[in-house]
């Protein structure tokens, strides 16, 4: 039998869970209001901006992003679909899909990534003591390792 949780235990388990549920949504109502671009679409974008010629494998990309083939897929179209990435075929390789980033592309982001880093501040970082930040970003890198992991 497993022992119950500490009351600690217990509540950093509800807060977490709450935590988990409430923050995707709120940061994804505050990027489409500010910049009318979703956190998946922004995730996606600020990849291509740091990528090597601003390009990634379709595959390269869901890895970067966390994001499964068929999403990242979905998330490339839409930002196609505003002209703000293209799709190429891979040179040597038939099967892969290249995404490419765009010059209105990077000028979305440009716009984007000073609300991004204002709603970041707003919403999660004011919100943590500088010298616990890099505590907190452990722990959670650790729990997040853990969760992607294979059972």
Known sequence: MTDPL?????????????LV????????????RANGVSMTEFA????LCRAPGQQLRMSELAAA???TPSRITRVVDTLRAHGLVTKERH???????IAVLTAAGRERFK???PAYLAIARRRI?????ADALPVVA??????????????
């Open 6 to 18: 500490t009351p600690d235990e217990a509540l950093l388990m509800e807060t977490l869970g709450r």
């Open 65 to 67: 992003t966390g994001l």
């Open 44 to 47: 996606a974008l600020a990849t």
């Open 125 to 129: 970082l004011d919100h943590i003591p």
């Open 91 to 97: 040179d040597t390789d038939a099967r892969g899909t």
């Open 111 to 113: 716009t984007a990534d």
């Open 138 to 151: 452990d722990v959670l890198r650790d729990l997040t390792e853990a969760t992607i992991a294979p059972a």
């Open 21 to 32: 549920h409430a923050l995707p949504r709120v940061l994804e109502d505050d990027m489409i």
